[in-house]
């Protein structure tokens, strides 16, 4: 039926409907051309922009697996589709947004998945090019909602509750509940859940351009979770608010590593703790947000640190750290777990070099590793391929120091090789509960009397509700 579909069956939109939800990138591309080709003769874009940008994301996602396939003539069929729109004042900006669309949409369904920072950045310049001239919101409206995949459809929402401005908007919007998608009735449903809660929620920005914003809408629209996230927390979006927080530390903590590499570790230590303490009072605050809507926080975090009764003074080995994390979820579950960290700082060598070894001596990690088997190293180094610092199980550090044959140093590029970002590691291993030792002995070194305690303790505590 879609290989010869003649007008008007069930209409363009019909046609376009089955287009859509046929463009798998399995099964040869032919009747999906044709299909195109046929709704192309019976559009006429001046009279509907929004189905024009529809077809224009069909022939961007068609030119993409086409070129992947070494197929003919992909150049000349795309430059036939954006010159039949050529003659719109908006050609430009459509054939933009179907560009953009059609390159990160793909994204969400791979390990690429855009993160937080980059999709507020993309849903303003979004905002900005289309928001201004009522034919584009009317046109970008019905195509996010219909268009966008599954795994794009909270961030399909939130750019059209940004495009919603006037009266005449929702009203457009209420005569896309009677859409022929059944994709698009749904998503209509939850940005109308919004807009009525939003009706009581007094000055709160009607565009939701922060993550904060997007919290709040997903669970007032019922849209949560977005496959439950990485960790226990189920809650992909407060993973990636954590992750995004903590990478922002390490990614400053790192660039500035070069003017501050010459200080001794328990100050750079010092340095970097205090950026994760008021990082966590951000977090907190920017959840605490939720609270003037009525919703409830999902996560309540607080970071606090000192520095134990060994530290002081140059340290040649290093510095240790005891990170304490407690968990109560819904005031039933609880757990308390310590992690064992031995940081060590990457020595300059002259102006511009740095070492090929981290120093780091073997009965150090022995020494860790005797004490608990939830034991890491962290290594202090300034960018290299990413802005970051290393974290690396302190077993994998002795695995890699017998490699090599070595007593009092561990190779700069194997660890790079075996090591997770700390950004990773605090949001998947530590808050994730990946790692941790629960036995009181462990525990007990965490006292502030305790002697020969760890020169840093940092107690997180993360409180969850049951739902």
Known sequence: MLAYFEAPVPGLRGALQALVASLPEDLALDRHRLVADKCWEHLKPQEDPGLALVLLWVEERLFRLALRRGLEDVFERRNRARERVGILPVAEALSWLAEECADLWPRFETERRPGADE???WRKEVTRRVVKKPVLRKAAMEFFLWCAPDAAASE???VTLSLVKTTTDRRLLRRLGEHPSTRVRFRVRAIHAWLEAGA??????QTPATLTG???????SGAMTLGGGRTWLRDRDLEELLLGAFSRVERDFSARYPQHCREDEAQLVTRLLEDLRHEFESIRSDLGLLL???QPVPLELDLRFRQGLASGGPRPSGVELMFVLSVEVDAFLKTRRAVLVRARKLEP???G?????LRLGREQVDGLLGLSESAYCLFLVPPSLRAECWMVPA???RGLMEAQGSLSSVSREGAQRVARSLAQWMTYDLLGLWSGDDRPAVLERAGENAEGGPDFVVEISVRKGGK
Do not use: I, Y
């Open 119 to 121: 999709l507020a950045a």
């Open 156 to 158: 399909a929402e939130l």
């Open 200 to 205: 009581e929620q007094g000055t709160e920005p």
């Open 214 to 220: 997007a919290l709040r809408h997903l669970r007032a």
């Open 292 to 294: 003037s809507q009525g």
């Open 349 to 351: 060598w002259g102006e």
């Open 353 to 357: 070099q740095w070492a090929p070894n």
């Open 395 to 397: 077993r994998l550090v």
